[in-house]
Structure formats: C-alpha cells, structure tokens
C-alpha cells in the first residue's frame, strides 16, 4: 500500500477542479435573488440532462470527425426504458439493465 | 401526492431514498475499483480519489489517463470539463438552500452527484419540501457507499481480469433512464408534449453538437440550448 506522490497532485487538482462547479451555485446563490425565467429555465435542467447522459452513453466519439453509435449500449437501452416506464423502479432498471448487458456481451 | 407533503423529511428518510440509488453507487464503484487496479493504481490511491475526487464518469477517465501516462495539465483540464455539467445540477438545487448557513450549502455542494441530483430534483419536480437534514442524509449514504464500493472493487480487482462482462459499467446509464422516466412520471399531462419535444430536441443535439466537440462538452451545450429553448417554448 503505497501512495505515488505525483498521483496525489494529480487527484488533489482533480478534486478542486471538480469541487468548483459543484460549490460555486450553493455560494452565490445566496446573495442574489433569481429572476422567474432563470428559475424556470432550471426546472428544465433535469430532464435535459438527463436524456444528455443517456445519449452521451450511446454516442462514441471517436479520433475522426464523425460521432459513432455504440449499438451494444443502444440495444440494452431500448428494454431498460421499457422496464423503467413499466415498473416505474430504479432497482429494478438498473438490475435489468445489467443483466441485459452482462447477456449481450457474453452470448451475442 | 397530498399524503406525501406529511412525511417527515429526517436524516433517515434521506437514507431511505438513497436506497433504490445504492445498486448503481456499487456496482459503478466496483468497476471504477477494478480499473483503478487495471491502471496501475494503488488500493490507498484509488481510496483517495473516490474521497477527493466522487465523481463516476471522471475517476474512470483519470484511471484510463493515467494508464496511457498523459501529462497532469491535460489530466485535471479534462476532469474539469467532465465535471462542468454539476454546476448545472447545482445551480437547480442551490435556491432550495439559500436559509441555511455557508458551511452547510458547502457540504451539501461538495457531494451533488448526478444521482443525488436525480432523487432531489424528482422531489422539488414534485413541489415536495426537501431540507438539509434530508439532503444529507441522502449525500452522506451516496458519499459513503461509493467509497467502500471504490475499494471493494479495487481489492477484488486483482482477481477479475475483464470487468466489463459482468455487464456492471451499463448500471450507470440504467439508472439515468430510470432517473429520467422518475422524472417524465411527474410533468403534467397537459405539458407532456412540451417535455417529449425537448427530449427528442436532446437527442438531435447531442449528436449533431458531437461531430464537433467532445462528449461531456456537447452534454453541457446541448443541455443549456434546449433548457433555453424550453423556456422560449413555453406556454
């Protein structure tokens, strides 16, 4: 068990990186009212980024210009958003979508 | 949804709606674990990032970057970029905080994940109440579940030689079609329409904004188009 000290650099401007975003609203949100359309244009945050990950988890972007289609991600996609309408269940979607990828990769 | 305005909004019950989370957090974390080992990382050095650094997607990038020796600027620029999208998260979250003290909306910042932001958001979608007490429980159950998923994974992966088969790095975007249909569970009827035009306005974004920049940029783009485009759109 040893810790590499430039890999320790490289996580501690990892995580300062990562932690402004994450800060940076909680504190200065606090001194300024939002306007009503900003609030609004938030409450559509979600969904957009949302669908963008899941998007983002078929496209392959790859060294050429072109975006490829990761077609295994997309064929395990389509009955994971059919169990997630179905049961409603974040459990269950994510066991299901396991299980459907775990028989892709293995048997297709 | 009258009942629910009731329920006690405790430390506890962010636990508890922690919980459908937790399967991601673990196997996520146990694959991150195992490309850690992959990359050449330590058990202590991959416990370190999962503390420091909480953040899926970006820890399994470091680990493949680490991997192929890229240089340390290029390494945290590209963390940074793949992390960008929380201010978006926190932004949503942070106006439904702004009574409690400075330390407190930094501990709840400093551990919004894109899952926690999926269970919170589902709740202020649904004009239910949230508070700190409940956030953090939620966060620190997320925080904590990760980290001990990081290192198991670490430890076993000296044994697993190719993790992806297990089908376990696909829980990820499992959860976030369950997160956005959670969500669409929610939006009126009347305002259906509007959502599924922004859905499909997504899709069509993200893959034309990805024939010219990267991935995790063209999420934070397209998201704040069509977010945009949401407002101008609706009635």
């Known amino acids: ?108 | 949804m009258e009942t629910a305005a009731k329920e006690e909004l405790s430390f506890l019950q962010g636990i508890k709606d922690c919980v459908p989370t937790l399967l991601g957090y673990i196997s996520i974390g146990f694959a991150a674990g195992m490309i850690g080992v992959a990359s050449g990382l330590t058990v202590l050095e991959i416990a370190f990032m999962s503390i420091f650094v909480y953040a899926g997607a970006a820890q399994f990038i470091i680990c493949g970057m680490l991997a192929t020796a890229s240089p340390a600027s290029a390494i945290i620029f590209t963390t940074f970029i793949v992390n960008l999208r929380h201010f978006l998260l926190s932004a949503t979250l942070a106006p439904h905080f702004t009574k409690y003290s400075v330390w407190k909306n930094a501990g709840i910042g400093a551990l919004v994940t894109d899952e926690s932001f999926g269970v919170a958001a589902g709740r202020i979608f649904n004009n239910k109440p949230i508070n700190d007490r409940w956030m953090n429980g939620l966060n620190l159950t997320a925080y904590i579940t990760w980290i001990a998923s990081c290192v198991v994974g670490a430890v076993l992966g000296k044994w697993v030689s190719e993790p992806e088969k297990f089908g376990l790095d696909f829980a990820l975007t499992a959860m976030f079609a369950a997160l956005l249909i959670l969500q669409m569970e929610s939006v009126k009827a009347s305002k259906l329409k509007h959502y599924v035009m922004l859905i499909l306005l997504m899709v069509a974004a993200m893959y034309i904004l990805s024939f010219f920049v990267s991935v995790d940029l063209a999420v934070i783009f397209a998201t704040v188009i069509v977010a945009t485009v949401g407002v101008v759109t609706d009635k």
């Not at chain 1, 300062?16 to 606090?30: D, E, G, N, Q, S």
């Open chain 1, 1 to 108: 068990m040893s810790v590499n000290i430039t890999i320790l650099l490289i996580i501690i401007g990892c995580a300062v990186v990562t932690l402004i975003p994450r800060l940076a609203p909680f504190l200065i949100v606090r001194n300024i009212k939002l306007p009503e359309a900003v609030m609004k244009w938030l409450s559509f945050i979600p969904v957009c980024i949302l669908t963008a990950l899941i998007v983002g988890s078929v496209i392959e972007s790859g060294d050429d210009s072109f975006p490829g289609i990761n077609w295994q991600v997309l064929f395990a996609l389509i009955p994971t958003l059919v169990i997630a309408i179905w049961t409603k269940s974040l459990l269950i979607t994510v066991i299901f979508g396991i299980i459907v990828m775990a028989v892709l990769r293995n048997f297709m």
